[in-house]
């Protein structure tokens, strides 16, 4: 009898972590242990937001063997301590895949920087085959935000290239994307574009009246502007703060952020004092139809240098919740080309507007608050958008068929 196809994956996150790339990774592993194969994931102990997961060494966790490394513990609230981290999974991971049971794929995603070169080595010694996953794009994202100088960056360079030119595949999250891995020189032949994508069996559109997040936190009729997610170092936050601070004396407009990241305390700095805002913390997976559904429309931002280098997940919950989105960022980012070709929201580029982006912002935000009926023309647009394009069914199922393809040829 012929052995199931057996796959690796492997990111810092996984399951029970906050982090969207592991929520994504443990979505499509349970898809695949569905379907036939034998799947495995290698991941960290070490929790986003620091500290340990709650989780065993190993355990399997509905039909996925799931390792967990050693891990510091100290997450991403401090430069060095992420580096720490990154330094620790990188170096057991390249140990782990050089002596190791043989997997048909490894696939490698790119939390940390430079993880694809782990599978780039284990390749050349023990003939492993291996597939990249670009989450984001490495370490051209450390470049632009100043983490990582151009010397070493420049060193970094022939190994990031390398481990991307024996790829098997590299599954890119959009055309915007693409362009940029071809740019850095990845053979186009090798990029496959998927999107990433929320689910359909956990976000169904809750109503205000319905939402018992909205009796719990003592919201009425006020018209909620939502951000929600990681606040990072990729993201802009100078007009949404702006907007806020204009808009903290009038009582009918309610910013509520969820979430964290290293920009939380900041952004907490600027709105003390203001009471239509507050800053919930990250909510359980299970819990978020009711809050992405509390929004009346949501709030999405990234800085102009970004532009496919990151596609940020929360798109795809705020579609499946059947609201309207409001990006502050560049036009041509992948993102915002989502928004305007589906006709969701609305996107507002600083590089465009200059110093009056938040004015345009503000006059958005009201415009927004007083068509009730073109934000349900939205929200309809953008869940049908989803089910379409970007529920886990449909995007999985693409995984899996060039998963087989992959591992027959």
């Not at 492993?128 to 010397?151: C, F, N, Q, T």
């Not at 559109?205 to 018209?223: K, M, S, V, Y």
């Not at 929360?314 to 560049?330: E, F, H």
């Not at 503000?362 to 934000?375: A, C, M």
């Amino acid at each position: 009898m012929k052995s199931r196809p057996s796959i690796l994956f492997v990111n810092q996150h996984y399951w029970p972590d906050v982090a969207a790339t592991g929520q994504i990774l443990s979505d499509l592993a349970e898809y695949l242990v569905a379907s036939g194969f034998r799947v495995g994931v290698l991941c960290s102990r070490g929790s986003y937001e620091g500290g340990r997961v709650e989780a065993p060494d190993r355990e399997i966790r509905r039909g996925v063997e799931v390792t967990r490394v050693p891990s510091p513990g100290f997450g991403r609230k401090r430069h060095s301590g992420r580096l720490l981290e990154y330094a620790a999974f990188l170096a057991q991971v390249a140990g782990r895949l050089a002596s190791g049971p043989r997997w048909d794929l490894i696939v490698l995603l790119t939390t940390p920087s430079m993880l694809p070169v782990s599978g780039w080595v284990a390749e050349r010694l023990r003939r492993r085959p291996y597939a990249i996953w670009s989450m984001d794009v490495h370490p051209e994202i450390e470049v632009a935000l100043g983490i990582l100088p151009g010397a070493a960056s420049r060193t970094l360079r022939p190994f990031d290239r390398a481990s991307y030119g024996r790829a098997k595949f590299v599954v890119a999250l959009g055309a915007c994307m693409k362009d940029v891995l071809v740019d850095k020189g990845v053979p186009e032949t090798l990029i496959r574009t998927i999107p990433v994508w929320s689910r359909k069996d956990e976000l169904e559109p809750i109503e205000r009246a319905d939402n018992d997040l909205a009796a719990e936190l003592g919201i009425r009729d006020e018209f909620i502007a939502m951000y929600s997610g990681n606040a990072g170092l990729a993201h802009r936050f100078d007009e949404v703060l702006g907007a806020i601070e204009r808009l903290k004396d009038e009582p009918e407009f309610e910013f509520v952020f969820i979430g964290g990241g290293p920009r939380k305390a900041e952004i907490l700095a600027r709105a003390e004092g203001v009471r239509n805002f507050r800053y919930l913390g990250y909510q359980p997976r299970g819990e978020l139809a009711r809050s992405l559904s509390l929004g009346d429309v949501h709030l999405l931002t990234m800085r102009g240098d970004m532009a496919g280098l990151v596609v940020p997940v929360k798109l795809y919950g705020i579609m499946a919740a059947a609201r309207p989105v409001v990006m502050v960022g560049p036009r041509g980012s992948e993102t915002a080309r989502t928004i305007e070709r589906e006709r969701i929201g609305r996107v507002i580029d600083p590089a465009e507007h200059g110093d009056a982006a938040t004015d345009v912002l503000i006059d958005t935000l009201r415009e927004l608050r007083e068509d009730v009926r073109g934000r349900q023309r939205m929200g309809s647009r953008a869940r049908a958008a989803f089910l379409e394009r970007y529920e886990r069914a449909a995007c999985c199922a693409r995984w899996e068929q060039l998963i087989r393809e992959t591992v027959r040829g």
